[in-house]
């Protein structure tokens, strides 16, 4: 390794004295990232310009300033991705001896022209699409001589062809005029003393942690996601922020880490597709499938007709409220005697409960994406919301109900950019946010969480009373008290003094539930609550002292309860469905007698052709590879180069699993083994297909019942 001096400062900033300290700290090798720096951004902003003018009927409408906010926003992503770029360039220049620059630099000038090319061909991409880099694009990979003919024939290959070669010359002749200035240069360089060698070695530290930081996108909690695009609410404007090089980047390491290929093998993509209709799809609906759209189906009036009580004069509010760690083993409706839970047990009074419901994963992230879009969570897809393949559309109660003229918003105690939630709800159909920076005066901050559940519930009540004067709306609320480590506010009530483990847990759990009992206590006071449809459920549960088979069925374990006095004539109404949080959108569209066409991964629970005892596809978080169907009573889970084991199981309590022995039950077996894979291998290829929306649908909607003339 060489350590050598910086040249004269001189010869880069006119000041005469080699031996300032500037010199002797900053390297010269250092001084030529940092100008290389500003040459990447350049081309990826002029890439951006490309895209704007290509697509400029897509921003003709738009503001001047908001689309040069788009350009502002786009830095962070250029910036994160010539990070990437300029760090190990960075490192070659310093340790390999200089002969060997300019091959380094030459193979870095190719590499970064091909990314160019590549940033020039995704502006034909989005414009065919409107979508940016995607795992799409390896699809497209798999057929060039098509693709190539398409490419040629279709667009103008050639006039791209001489952009690309015009910029990357500049570009090329800039960089040859940096290395001649800071690398190429025969200057004598003086002496270091010791103090110089280490003042040289701490700034090109001090420099590459700064680099680190740009590649993660900047001094934030969470490294960049392309949901910090999203910050307005024009879809071009967000995308053209979005950098090409990070779009494809992220939709590769998705790619290369997928452990889909084990469910995927099993039938042919129309047998799977076959299976999982005739599991969805009931007599009461009406079948709108396609090749398109294998799981379109809109609801009868049926439903509404025989739940409610009487037909809405106006469209039916909705509120979904996912509660931290709301855990169907912690609630007295379904058998905890610690009064832990006695709101939400009055609630349950006057309500539907279902006392065999499970989140579809272990995470708050599977259980928010699954309870508002519908979709379930899948092997390898476990974090949907962060990767590119959730940059689609979905068939969640959002995007369906705004859709119909509804406003929407979603609350919560903390930050959305956690696993990306504004970023994907603001494009699926959320209009407005609440999150921690935005509570005036809350009673309680967590240091860590943000504010406390009361807090999030009170400001929920006046936003859906103002909300409601104008319009029908659509509420998300995720609360996030109930949470380690249970920071917690003055306790409304006796503290519960258990002496163990799961002390704080309790208190915790008490809180969040009286919270919630001091929202239904305000909202009853207000007239939307007459016209709102709520739904009550834990984003997931906990592991408790009695886990429930192998696969830990209690961390999935939650209560699910629609909540209407008033719209509802079932009061009190206990359950034994198995249910999950993908049939919460389906459910609520035939509640409140919308025919709106969508493509629910779950089912109507209050069908009247719903003759059976329901069923849950379940997966842990993380690395689990365990995947399960819940069906009554019983439970399959498999994994990959394991033996499938069937369960039979029960919530109550005290719960308990017990293995059913190989050669027992074999067509039970052999019938959840055929769903679950059915049903997850369909599941992967609509994703990837790109056939979970109801984007070609929309000749098909109709408005929810109570809706017309308004």
């Known amino acids: 390794m060489r350590w050598e001096l910086f040249r004269a400062q001189a010869n880069i900033m006119g000041n005469t004295k080699s031996n300032s300290i500037l010199g002797h700290i900053i390297r010269r090798e250092v001084y030529f990232v940092l100008a290389a720096y500003v040459l990447l951004i350049a081309v990826f902003e002029t890439a951006r310009a490309v895209m704007l003018y290509r697509n400029y009927g897509l921003a003709e409408h738009l503001p001047v300033t908001l689309l040069l906010k788009s350009f502002f926003y786009g830095l962070r992503f250029d910036i994160a991705i010539s990070s990437y770029l300029l760090i190990p360039l960075l490192l070659l220049l310093l340790f390999v001896p200089r002969r060997f620059s300019p091959h380094i630099l030459a193979a870095f000038t190719a590499f970064f022209s091909a990314l160019f090319f590549l940033c020039l061909g995704e502006v034909e991409f989005y414009r065919e699409l409107q979508m940016r880099f995607n795992s799409a694009i390896f699809e497209y990979a798999t057929h060039p001589e098509i693709v190539g003919g398409m490419v040629w024939e279709g667009y103008p290959v050639v006039k791209y062809a001489l952009f690309w070669a015009v910029v990357m010359a500049l570009f090329s002749f800039a960089v040859f005029v940096l290395y001649k200035k800071l690398l190429g240069s025969k200057t004598n360089i003086p002496e270091l003393t010791r103090n110089h060698r280490i003042a040289g070695y701490a700034g090109t530290f001090v420099v590459i942690t700064l680099m680190v930081f740009g590649m993660r996108g900047g001094f934030y909690k969470e490294p960049l996601r392309w949901g910090d695009a999203y910050f307005s609410d024009e879809a071009f404007a967000n995308n053209l922020a979005l950098n090409a090089v990070f779009t494809l980047g992220r939709s590769s390491l998705e790619k290369l880490s997928t452990k889909e290929n084990y469910w995927t093998k099993t039938y042919s993509a129309k047998d799977a597709e076959k299976i999982t209709h005739d599991m969805l799809i009931q007599t009461t609906e009406t079948d709108l499938a396609s090749a398109e759209l294998p799981l379109l189906r809109k609801e009868g009036p049926e439903t509404a007709n025989a739940y409610l009580v009487k037909k809405p004069e106006k469209p039916v509010n909705v509120v979904i409220i996912l509660m931290e760690s709301f855990s169907g083993r912690l609630v007295g409706s379904l058998g905890d005697e610690h009064n832990i839970t006695p709101s939400f047990d009055k609630l349950a009074k006057d309500g539907v409960l279902f006392e065999r419901a499970f989140s579809n994963g272990s995470h708050t992230h599977q ?144 809180y969040a539930d009286w919270a919630l009992g001091e929202f239904f206590k305000a909202a009853s006071k207000e007239k939307y609550f007459d016209n709102t449809l709520f739904v009550i459920t834990g984003d997931h549960g906990i592991g408790t002292e009695w886990p429930i088979t192998h696969m830990s069925l209690d961390k999935l374990h939650v209560p699910l309860l629609f909540y209407s006095p008033k719209l509802l004539k079932a009061h009190g109404v206990r359950r034994d469905t198995v249910a999950s949080h993908v049939d919460i959108g389906p459910s609520v569209l035939a509640l409140i007698g919308s025919d709106a066409p969508h493509q629910g991964w779950g089912r109507n629970l209050f069908s009247q052709a719903l003759k059976d005892k329901g069923f849950a596809v379940i997966k842990h978080s993380g690395g689990d590879e365990n995947v399960a169907i819940v069906e009554d009573n019983r439970i399959y889970i498999v994994a990959p180069k394991e033996k499938p084991v069937l369960y039979e199981y029960d919530t109550k309590h005290p719960p308990k699993s017990v293995v059913i022995p190989e050669g027992k039950e074999t067509e039970r077996r052999g019938k959840m083994a055929k769903e679950l894979k059915a049903y997850v291998e369909e599941g992967l290829n609509a994703l990837k297909e790109r056939k979970i929306g109801v984007h070609h649908a929309k000749s098909h909607h109709a408005t929810p019942a109570g809706a017309a003339g308004h």
Do not use: C
Request: glycine share 8%; no cysteine; net charge negative.
């Open 367 to 510: 259980g928010v994406f699954a309870s508002l879009t519908s979709f379930p969570n899948l092997p390898g897809h476990e974090y949907l919301m962060k990767t590119m393949d959730a940059y689609q559309e979905f068939s969640g109660l959002p995007t369906i109900l705004t859709s119909k003229g509804y406003d929407s918003i979603f609350l919560y105690n903390g930050l959305f950019s956690w696993d990306n939630k504004e970023g994907f709800f603001r494009q699926h159909g959320i209009n407005k946010f609440v999150g921690t920076d935005d509570y005036v005066n809350p009673t309680f901050v967590d240091p860590v969480w943000g504010v406390a559940d009361y807090d999030v519930f009170m400001r929920a009540n006046e936003e859906f009373k103002n909300m409601s004067k104008d319009k029908p709306f659509f509420g998300a609320i995720l609360t996030l008290t109930n949470h380690s480590p249970f920071n917690l506010p003055p306790l409304p009530f006796e503290r519960i003094k258990s002496g163990d483990a799961m002390e704080n847990r309790y208190n915790a759990m008490k």
